[in-house]
């Protein structure tokens, strides 16, 4: 199994920061990788897909790169909406796995 | 496009439940889709996928044996029967669409996947 190990588990941040998230794969994934973000007390919703495309109605602000089996996802300016669980996801073989999740939480 | 889970509910440890998932607003048979949980305060567990016609299914191996994804076409309606049920599986369950993405260079085609539509779940306590 591909195991997806995300960082940080938590961050502490304020609207308007600029925000990173990255996520390792175990093995390589050909670009397989997808972000979800899940509000508090909602369904996960799709951000980006294969590294860094954007995802229909989904702001500009976030942005995703690879750099081998490295993953990261930005947010350039963060809004209130944001303040949210981020999880990373890959989807090269199966099992399909998740990274454990990063909160973001205001300052 | 939306699709809207039901058949969660309390249930003892070795009983069974079905859950439903209804889909609308795009062709259901065209898609494959998946189910997706998360026990309380965990994070996303993938649980199973199912090709369009049904004649692929893939779980995680954890659960192989367990648990069962069909899919009616003609009712537009995804299903996971999950049997011998345990206090571990206490979860919100999810349905999504999974939709594909094509791109080609230097003669060569790559194809990623990804769950576009997700259910607001419905959710399973497993518990004497």
């Known amino acids: 199994d591909i195991q997806m190990t995300q960082s940080p588990p938590s961050l502490s941040a304020s609207v308007g920061d600029r925000v990173t998230i990255t996520c390792r794969a175990s093995?390589?994934?050909?670009?397989?990788l997808n972000w979800y973000r899940q509000k508090p007390g909602q369904a996960p919703e799709l951000l980006i897909y294969a590294v860094s495309s954007l995802q229909s109605g989904v702001p500009s602000r976030f942005s995703g790169s690879e750099s081998g089996t490295h993953f990261t996802l930005t947010i350039s300016s963060l809004q209130p909406e944001d303040f949210a669980t981020y999880y990373c996801?890959?989807?090269?073989?199966?099992?399909?796995?998740f990274g454990g999740g990063t909160k973001v939480e205001s300052k | 496009v939306q699709v809207v889970e039901s058949g969660g509910g309390l249930v003892q440890p070795g009983g069974s439940l079905r859950l439903s998932c209804a889909a609308s607003g795009f062709t259901f048979s065209s898609y494959w889709m998946t189910w997706v949980r998360q026990a309380p305060g965990k994070g996303l567990e993938w649980v199973a996928n199912i090709k369009q016609d049904g004649s692929e299914k893939y779980y995680v191996d954890s659960l192989k044996g367990r648990f069962t994804i069909s899919r009616d076409n003609a009712k537009n309606t995804l299903y996971l029967q999950m049997n011998s049920l345990r206090v571990e599986d206490t979860a919100v369950y999810y349905c999504?669409?999974?939709?594909?993405?094509?791109?080609?260079?230097?003669?060569?085609?790559?194809?990623?996947?990804?769950?576009?539509?997700w259910g607001r779940g419905t959710k399973v306590t497993v518990s004497s």
């Open positions: 996801q890959q989807s090269y073989s199966t099992p399909l796995t």
């Open positions: 999504a669409r999974r939709t594909s993405s094509t791109n080609c260079y230097g003669g060569h085609c790559y194809y990623y996947f990804y769950m576009d539509v």
């Open positions: 093995r390589s994934i050909s670009s397989s």
